[in-house]
């Protein structure tokens, strides 16, 4: 808000205004006359930078002091009236002249004596209606009550139309608002039916987890303890075999007899906890190596088996006899052979892939190329499968 200088204040301004030499006593004059009557310097400076007369500065400073509005002030800003005409213009709109008759008459462009004669006919009009107004009959008067009265009553009942209005729509929207909740309310019942039967079969997925879980740790701790046991018969089998210093031959048949016992005795045990009987397979051909005590081969004998499926174990127990002393065969072949790099890839390949004692030793001793060697892998891998 524009604020009103002090007394000091004041003062300092009017000696800047002074010491700018651009505006006369006069214009001065006004000037400190205003700021004292509380203008503002803002207000002050409205007529001075507009380029007025100290004569139209003195007819807006008595606008400004008469709190005229800014419709007028605009209105005799933008039609560049002389001092006289401002006069006359100021003076019929206190006195009830409306701002659209002043308007048209200053756009006429009429001398200030004109401007006053107009004005002056406008305000005679004016009083004129009044007087008339003030003796209209009095059934006139009452018919115009009346007419006030039901216009009220109007607006009354627009009003009540209106309140009426505003609850219907907010019970269309309650009601719209309940549908809407009902619809969620039967979603959600939805999917919350959704999560609970995802989640019975979850907990389903993990009982039968759980349950196969402990059955493979059952199962692995069957197999460590049977691969334990058959260690066990092979390391007692192995020394039964090559103990040299016996002092009988039939001790140690005996001995030979006690340790085979034991090993049908664990190879039945075994049987009747983990192998199912599964049908006889197809018979198979093979060459058996005989080696002498280097572990060359001077012999290949063919023998005509037929295997029957079983988890491994029954064919296992079946070459404990020699199982150790094979494998220390192959080491030796291969030691002694003249195999590429990529041939013991190949044999190690074969190995690992669960190859038998007398395939290995066919690739080592006919010196199979690595290419081939390792088609005929895959075969004798799919020929064991067969078997099995």
Do not use: W
Request: overall charge negative; charged content about 30%.
């Amino acid at each position: 808000m524009e604020q009103a200088l002090s007394k000091s204040e004041i003062g300092k301004h009017i000696d800047i205004l002074k010491s700018g030499k651009r505006y006369g006593e006069e214009i001065i004059a006004l000037i400190k006359d205003d700021l004292e009557y509380g203008f503002s310097k803002e207000q002050t400076e409205l007529y001075l930078k507009s380029g007025y007369n100290i004569g139209q500065m003195r007819v807006y400073s008595e606008c400004l002091r008469d709190g005229k509005s800014e419709e007028f002030l605009s209105l005799i800003e933008r039609t560049e009236l002389t001092a006289p005409q401002m006069q006359i213009a100021f003076e019929f709109y206190k006195k009830g002249v409306p701002i659209e008759t002043i308007e048209e008459v200053v756009a006429r462009k009429e001398t200030p004596i004109a401007m006053k004669t107009a004005f002056s006919k406008f305000l005679e009009q004016i009083q004129m209606v009044k007087q008339e107004t003030a003796t209209e009959p009095e059934y006139v008067q009452e018919l115009v009550k009346k007419m006030e009265e039901i216009v009220s009553k109007i607006c009354v009942q627009e009003q009540r139309y209106d309140a009426l209005n505003e609850k219907l729509t907010i019970f269309e929207s309650t009601k719209a608002d309940e549908q809407i909740r009902e619809n969620l309310v039967k979603e959600n019942a939805d999917k919350e039916q959704l999560l609970n039967d995802q989640q019975d079969k979850l907990n389903q997925a993990n009982s039968a987890i759980s349950r196969l879980r402990e059955q493979i740790e059952f199962k692995d701790k069957e197999m460590n303890r049977m691969s334990n046991r058959i260690e066990t018969l092979e390391d007692k089998l192995l020394h039964a075999t090559n103990v040299n210093t016996v002092t009988s031959s039939e001790p140690k048949k005996e001995e030979e007899q006690s340790v085979q016992g034991e090993i049908k005795k664990e190879g039945a045990a075994m049987t009747q906890q983990t192998i199912l009987k599964e049908p006889i397979g197809i018979p198979i051909f093979y060459q058996v190596p005989v080696v002498d005590m280097q572990g060359r081969v001077v012999q290949k004998v063919q023998v005509d088996r037929s295997e029957s499926k079983t988890n491994g174990v029954i064919a296992l127990l079946s070459k404990l006899c020699f199982k150790k002393k094979s494998r220390a065969d192959i080491v030796k072949l291969v030691a002694s052979g003249d195999l590429a790099p990529a041939q013991l890839i190949q044999i190690k390949s074969g190995i690992e892939k669960g190859l038998t004692e007398g395939q290995l030793v066919e690739l080592i001793n006919n010196n199979v190329a690595a290419e081939k060697m390792k088609e005929i892998i895959e075969i004798a891998v799919l020929e064991n499968s067969m078997a099995y």
